[in-house]
């Protein structure tokens, strides 16, 4: 995610984000000056400045010539913290849904298995057993952390135990990809994590968490057996 697209997240269209960055590289500036650095069509850049003034990214300066400064960039962020608390406390007054514990999630996208991995891990209170990549282990590694340093549980089977002092690490050769998750032996996640094929499935199904945490187990004997013999 670049800057352009962080801005585009936080509310502004594409014209909008261009032109804060812009302001803040430059100064304070015309719509003419801004639509030739750029290079938005005249009309264009008037809407996006105007635009970003009414989301209070930017502000108009009444002179001979209008012109148009970049709200500080410290002052945007907070302003953007306090808009989204706000938006979060109300989301959070939604009722929640109570899965059922036999039914079975498909989650679809990279991002969305990894946020499901993440939540999973920071609501885990006991145990936490992950097997994945160590090139896609770094994508959890600090709520992982977070766990450990909470007293739990984790143990990891992963293709390179270096820097990973304080856990119970089992190095096997893990392709990019895979991954498998369970935590207080309840809750299990299981999946394919790529960047044009991501497909994961969760479930609180007993008989699945059972199914790969007999599998993690196994691994974890076949790994045991292997360094004996050598």
Known sequence: MDIIDALMQAGFTRHESVLYVTLCREGEL????????????RSNAYLGLA???????????????AQYGALPVNELVENLKRR????????????????????????????????????L???????????????????????????????LKVVLITSDCNGMEGFTCYRSQKKPGSVRLITDSSNVLTGHISEFDATGLFSMNKN??????DSLTNEIKLINIKNNQN
């Open 30 to 41: 015309t719509g003419y000056e801004a639509s030739k650095l750029t290079g938005i069509p």
């Open 51 to 65: 635009g970003l003034c009414d989301k209070g990214g930017a502000y108009k300066i009444s002179s001979e010539t």
């Open 84 to 119: 989204f608390s706000q938006i979060i406390q109300v989301i959070e007054e939604i009722p929640k849904v109570n899965i059922p514990k036999d039914t079975f999630v498909t989650i679809n996208g990279a991002q969305q298995i990894v946020n499901k991995m993440k939540n």
């Open 121 to 151: 891990i920071n609501e885990a209170q006991y145990r936490i057993y992950i097997s994945i990549a160590r090139n896609q282990l770094e994508l959890v590694h600090k709520e992982l952390i977070y766990a450990k340093e909470r007293g």
């Open 208 to 213: 699945m968490v059972d199914v790969i945490k």
